[in-house]
């Protein structure tokens, strides 16, 4: 399964971004989603995660509340919707999947994953 992350870009803190994930299967709606992201210098980071139907959602806590985390089976295309912008989220954001019913917080369950796309967040 290739995956293609895009959305990504400048925005200011306070602001929203949406960023897509397609896959190219349609086997997609077999696998579990997440996003995780990665800082300079920092190690990558879950963010979020859905399960294969998109009942279940999990977030980190440092995006609980701001970021919702969804998925079109039909299109073969999740989404992470980023509200109320901070410049500490400025990353790379990575979609993955993995095969599983439930997405984990743990980027090693992940099998399949996407090129990134860049968010900056100016104050």
């Known amino acids: 399964v290739q995956l293609q992350a895009s959305g990504g870009g400048l925005v200011q803190a306070g602001g929203s971004l949406r960023l897509s994930c397609a896959a190219s299967r349609r086997t997609f709606s077999r696998y579990a989603m997440g996003w995780f992201r990665q800082a300079p210098g920092k190690e990558r980071e879950f963010v979020a995660a859905?399960?294969?139907?998109?009942?279940?959602?999990v977030f980190a806590d440092s995006v609980k509340g701001r970021f919702t985390i969804s998925r079109d089976n039909a299109k073969n295309t999740g989404y992470l919707q980023m509200n109320s912008l901070k410049p500490e989220d400025t990353a790379v954001y990575y979609c993955?999947?993995?095969?599983?019913?439930?997405?984990?917080?743990?980027?090693?369950?992940?099998?399949?994953w996407g090129q990134g796309t860049l968010v900056t967040v100016s104050s």
């Open positions: 859905i399960s294969w139907s998109g009942a279940s959602r």
């Open positions: 993955a999947l993995q095969q599983d019913l439930y997405g984990s917080s743990w980027s090693g369950e992940y099998d399949y």
